[in-house]
C-alpha cells in the first residue's frame, strides 16, 4: 500500500472551475497569472491564503484538499 500526504490548495473561482471540468481528478494547467502550482501542508496556512489574497482578488476564495503519494 502507497502512503499518501495531505496537500492544501488555496484557489479562486476560476481555477476551481478548471478543476471541476477536469472531474476533480486532475489540476488544469497554470493560468498566466499563476505560473508555479504553491500547494501547503498546512490546511491554516491554505485558508490564510485563500481568505487574504483571493478574496479580496475575486470576491471568493476556496481551500482544496488533495492527497500525493508520499
Known amino acids: 500500500m502507497v502512503e499518501t500526504m495531505t496537500l492544501w490548495r488555496p484557489t479562486g473561482p476560476r481555477e476551481l472551475n478548471l478543476v471541476c ?3 476533480w481528478t ?3 494547467p497554470r493560468l498566466p497569472d499563476q505560473p508555479i502550482f504553491c500547494a501547503v501542508l ?5 485558508i490564510m491564503i485563500a481568505r ?3 478574496v479580496p482578488a475575486s470576491g471568493v476564495g476556496y481551500v482544496t484538499r488533495f492527497q500525493v503519494d508520499r
Not at 42 to 46: L, V
Request: charge should be negative; proline fraction near 14%; glycine fraction near 8%.
Open 21 to 23: 471540468a477536469c472531474g
Open 42 to 46: 498546512p490546511e491554516q496556512y491554505a
Open 26 to 28: 486532475a489540476w488544469p
Open 52 to 54: 487574504d489574497w483571493n
